[in-house]
C-alpha cells in the first residue's frame, strides 16, 4: 500500500495536551528511572531539526515527496520533545533552549563536520541513498514506536500512558511513510539494497546513540528493552527489519542491547 503524502500533509498536527492535567505528576511522580529515559527521549525528539540538517544536503531533498514528509515530520517531532518537556518541568528537571543549547554544544566538531561528510558521501551514492534513508527512518521510528510502547508497559502511570498514547499514534504515521517508500526503492533496486545493507551493518545506532552520551543510552535499553519481555520486543523489532528487501538477518537492535551490556 502507498503512502498518500498530499493526504498526510492535511492532517499532520500539533500534539495537543492541553486537556490533560500535567500537574498530576506532583502527586503521582514518575519513577527516577522513567525521568532519565524521558530526558533522553525528549532530547532526541527535540534533535529532529538536526537530523533534518543533514539529510536536505542529500539527494533525498530532490525528492518532492519526500521533502513534503520531512517538513511535516519535522513539525511533529518538536511538539514530541515540547511535551515531553512540560512532563520534565513538572518534576522539576531542568529544560528549555538553554539546556538544548547546551547539548548541541557539547557535540563539538563532529556535530559541525557532519552535514559536509554526509553530504559527499550520499551525493557520490545518488538517487539510491534514499532508499537507505527511507529504510534507517523506518528502523528508527519502529524503534521509537516500540520505545514508547515499552515505557507505557514499564511504567505503569495512567498519565504518561495517554501522553506517550498520543505521540506513538503519530509515530505509527511516520513509520507509514518509511516503510512504504523504503520497500518500494529497495524492491527496485538490488544495489539500493546493498549499500542499505553495508549502512546499517557498519553505521546503524540505536535512535539517539549520536547524540546522548553512553551511560544515557545504556540506561534507556536496560529500562526499556531489559528483561525477557524486553529481548521479546527487541527480537520482534529485528524480525521487522528482516522483511525490508535485502536486509533480512542483521539482528542490529539485539546487537545494540548486546553491544551496551543489556543482555
Ligand atoms: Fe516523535
Ligand atoms: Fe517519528
Known sequence: MTFDVAMYATIAERLRWDDLELGRFRTDRLSDGALRCLRYMSDVETHT?????????????????VTTFLTLWNYEEYWHGEVLDQVLEVHDVPTGPEHTRALRKRLGWQDRVSPIVQSVLANLLGPDF???????????EWCTHAGYSRFI??????????????????????????????????????????ITRLALQH???IVGSTVMPDDDVRHLLTYLFGGSHG????????????????QAGLHLVERELQRYGVV
Open 203 to 205: 553505521r546503524w545506532g
Open 153 to 194: 508497559a514499564v511504567e505503569q502511570n495512567p498519565l504518561l500512558t495517554e501522553i506517550l498514547r498520543r505521540i506513538a499514534k503519530q509515530e505509527t504515521r511516520h513509520i507509514a511513510f518509511y516503510n512504504s517508500q523504503a520497500r518500494h526503492r529497495l524492491e527496485l533496486s538490488p544495489r539500493a539494497q546493498r
Open 130 to 140: 534514499i532508499a537507505t534513508h527511507m529504510a534507517w527512518g523506518a528502523i528508527n
Open 231 to 246: 529481548l521479546a520486543a527487541a527480537r520482534t523489532l529485528d524480525a521487522k527489519i528482516d522483511t525490508l528487501p535485502g
Open 49 to 65: 531539526v538536526c537530523y533534518l540538517r543533514d539529510l536536505l544536503v542529500t539527494p533525498s531533498h530532490t525528492d518532492p515527496e
